[in-house]
């Protein structure tokens, strides 16, 4: 329930926006290479950078703002919860918020990784990663994703998905916020490790389905068949009536 209402909550603040201020952009692209190099700071307050972080490993990505009043902590709730289910081991992954604001600090980076702690639980929470510093909002614009500052009641307005990198810092697939499934997660860590995680099934799933774009989810290539055939039979039946029609006048 919370979930469901925390969506209608993303597209009712998207209207409103699109009424009042001109809305961030947001066009990830598969294959995109953010900065491994960029300087970051932990949860410790310790510099590291993203390929430090990565460590060799696949991740998930959110970028947002550990202050954020409104979807930020419902998307890392949901992602850490969905994780649990997916039953790939938290050693062989990350999962990662970046901050945007680059005034938060490590204080900021721990209350959020302690919010999130309830929902990935003890083994879960070792897989995140909570970053901070003053290149977290250029790594987003290499991704593809934009903010609006609102100074007068501190906030930001800002996209939010969740995007699957390669253990070398490459976007390789994007889950729009709060319609994933748990299998979804898994299978975009799969994809994105190339071959490293995953079950035999997994790898046959994935050479035998596709990624819908339109909501963001793996789909069975035959059900994605089916759906273009019905596309295509009902372009054509409308295409003949059409044409009779044109004929009788």
Request: contains cysteine; glycine residues 8%.
């Amino acid at each position: 329930m919370r979930r469901v209402l925390a969506a209608f909550l993303l597209v009712l603040a998207a209207t409103v926006g699109c009424w009042a201020v001109e809305r961030p952009s947001f066009d990830p692209e598969i294959g995109a290479q953010l900065d491994p190099d960029r300087p970051l700071r932990d949860s410790t307050g310790a510099e590291t950078s993203l390929a430090n972080v990565l460590d060799g490993k696949p991740a998930l990505v959110i970028f947002g703002y550990d202050k954020c009043p409104n979807l930020c902590g419902v998307t890392q709730q949901a992602v850490a919860s969905d994780l649990n289910k997916t039953g790939l081991d938290p050693a062989t992954y990350r999962a990662l918020f970046i901050s945007i604001d680059q005034t938060e600090t490590s204080e900021d980076a721990i209350a959020a990784k302690e919010a999130v702690a309830q929902s990935a639980g003890p083994d879960g929470l070792k897989a995140w990663r909570f970053l901070t510093g003053s290149e977290g909002a250029a790594l987003a614009a290499q991704a593809g994703i934009s903010f609006d500052t609102r100074p007068r009641i501190d906030q930001f307005v800002h996209p939010i998905a969740v995007l699957a990198l390669t253990p070398g810092g490459k976007i390789s697939r994007v889950l729009p916020a709060l319609t994933f499934e748990p299998r979804d997660l898994r299978l975009a860590l799969v994809e994105a490790s190339a071959g490293k995680l995953g079950s035999i099934a997994d790898h046959v799933f994935l050479l035998c389905a596709g990624f819908d774009t339109s909501n963001g989810q793996y789909t069975p290539a035959i059900w994605a068949a089916l759906k273009l055939g019905g596309v295509a039979t009902l372009l054509a039946l409308g295409t003949a009536i059409l044409l009779l029609a044109r004929r009788r006048t």
